[in-house]
């Protein structure tokens, strides 16, 4: 499960596993899909479009 994040009165997505943001919850589901699945990598599909929200 995605956890959400408001920043700037935005709503982001957080992956649960490897903490990569994204504006679309379908992309954060894809990456915590992965990261479940290949612990220790990360997809290049789908983390260029993680963003940074700190």
Do not use: H, R
């Amino acid at each position: 499960m995605v956890s959400e994040k408001q920043k700037d009165n935005k709503t982001y997505y957080m992956c649960d596993i490897c903490k990569l943001a994204y504006k679309k919850k379908e992309m954060a589901l894809k990456c915590e899909s992965w990261c479940k699945d290949n612990p220790g990598s990360c997809n290049p599909d789908v983390v260029k479009f993680a963003v940074d929200i700190d």
